[in-house]
């Protein structure tokens, strides 16, 4: 079911994106990316909405109404990271259930707050709204970016290298998802180390999401079984179980960037940030994802949901 | 029902802007104006974000996607006429019902494109989820001031008349709540013409919505009963009936406003948009609101869902 709606939802942004005939003097990037840029008078202004639904991306149930709060920010937070770039402010349109008490509120909007509050990224307004359906809440956050300009996905260029932040699988089945940090102060550290060619952030799964970036930029990519990091939340018994879950999973909310090959090496070997990274492939011309196996042998990379797409 | 809500809300707003601190460098107008403004680097940024939720700001089994994307664009850019604001962008968060298809999710958009593309406002991004529940629409817009800067609920000053554009009441059961024209063009124009010391669009009611502008501007309000101007979609008999409707249903998106008495004057003669504008009523120091009957006499203005709050 979730497959099903994440295909539908690539659909659909695909539809709404081919809708559009933007000015890019006025709209540099439109819909497709992590943010979209406008021009604010000289400025470049990056922009993200996304939202968090009871009984798709939370259940309330079962985490409560402060965790609801804290994951409808993060989530939006993490497009930030993805485009390395500097959230600056937020505002957010919230659906209360009817029956919804103030200290439920309160506890929503705590859970907001505390993961807008490290970032400095004031909540500048809102609307509220009472309904007898489940709570959902939309968090739309503003960011400027960084000296080298927003982090697209459609930079990578065969011969780069396909790298990735901490490690993946099982998010959701362990409440990470619910508890994850957005990765904007690494992306921001990465993009003064390196030159970034694409990045994006891995919330639908890192197959799905290289997928995407792979598309964004025309190229294809070639990942290394062996080297793709497992969460240990994964609980799958036998290896092929273990990375179809990193592979699938999602909601892991990691950064998978393209850089050129020998900048990688040396960030794999200087480990900056404070979580790891790992190669783990590397982008080919052409538009097939391969998946190499420890004997070498490759096959084509399975992408949960993709196969309806083709 | 509609009336619990709005007071829930207008509390829950209060709240929410107690609880926040902002740098006045970084963020000049926070919560509780129809725009919050954010510096974007030397730039002023208007930013509003609405929801139009099924069942409670649209039927969508009576009106249909296309009626419900266009409510949802139109709710927002009224934001921007009170503000006396230009739009440059938007984005929109859809939680989509299960069982939606492809045609209805296009007709949607159509209708949310029906209503930003006459005011040059291109829709840059875009969240897409689907669920089981009713079609929940978030828009978030974001704008440039004009010359005078952004008209603030904030600036009303005793002795300014009040006026407004249109006429009231009836919207709801009319479905002209589907249908307005957000008054951005109209705004812009009396920001031109006139010293806008307060303006706001009247969205929870006439009397709702002076209230509103009368608390962030620390004055009271006299309302002149026979200047109120009364929509032909308000089907009550006796006049007492037609004015409560005119002051209390709602979902008007006409313009309220305050300027100088004189400048009001001229305004009301020259008539030079081309919905009426009527001047209804006179700021006074105070906090009080209240409604002066053709024989003279004064009352307090009743606000609906009010009762409760002091």
Redesign the interface.
């Known amino acids: 079911m979730r497959t099903k709606?994440k295909m539908?939802?690539s659909?659909?942004?695909d539809?709404?994106f081919s809708?559009?005939d933007?000015d890019p003097a006025?709209?540099p990037v439109?819909?497709g990316d992590d943010?979209?840029v406008?021009m604010?008078?000289?400025?470049e202004?990056l922009?993200?909405?996304?939202?968090a639904?009871d009984?798709?991306?939370f259940s309330l149930a079962r985490c409560g109404p402060e965790a609801a709060g804290r994951k409808a920010m993060a989530r939006s937070l993490s497009d930030v990271a993805a485009m390395a770039a500097i959230p600056?402010?937020a505002?957010?349109?919230?659906?209360?259930p009817k029956g919804f008490q103030?200290p439920d509120?309160?506890a929503m909007?705590r859970g907001l707050?505390s993961i807008s509050d490290p970032f400095e990224c004031?909540?500048?307004?809102?609307?509220?709204?009472?309904?007898?359906?489940?709570l959902?809440i939309?968090v739309?956050i503003?960011a400027?970016p960084t000296g080298p300009g927003p982090v697209l996905r459609s930079g990578a260029k065969p011969g780069d290298a396909i790298c990735v932040t901490g490690s993946f699988g099982g998010a959701w089945a362990s409440q990470r998802h619910l508890e994850f940090m957005p990765r904007i102060r690494e992306a921001r550290r990465l993009g003064e180390r390196c030159e970034l060619h694409a990045m994006i952030d891995v919330s639908d799964g890192l197959a799905a999401d290289l997928g995407h970036l792979a598309r964004a930029s025309g190229v294809g990519a070639e990942i290394l079984a062996a080297n793709v990091p497992i969460h240990p939340d994964v609980d799958a018994r036998d290896e092929a179980g273990r990375l179809r879950a990193a592979l699938g999973d999602g909601e892991d909310y990691e950064l998978l960037f393209a850089l050129p090959a020998e900048q990688a090496e040396q960030l794999v070997r200087d480990q900056p940030l404070t979580v790891p990274i790992r190669r783990i492939g590397t982008v080919i011309s052409g538009e097939a994802l391969r998946l190499i196996g420890p004997d070498g042998r490759g096959e084509p990379l399975q992408v949960p949901g993709w196969e309806h797409e083709t």
């Not at 604010?40 to 400025?43: Q, T």
């Not at 909540?123 to 489940?134: E, F, L, T």
């Open positions: 709606d539908r939802e659909e659909f942004i539809w709404l809708q559009s933007f006025a709209v439109g819909p943010m979209a406008v604010c008078g000289s400025e202004l922009i993200t909405t996304d939202q639904l009984g798709v991306h600056f402010g505002v957010a349109a919230v659906a209360l103030q509120a309160e909007y707050r004031p909540i500048v307004g809102g609307d509220v709204a009472v309904w007898d359906k489940p959902a939309s739309t503003f400027r």
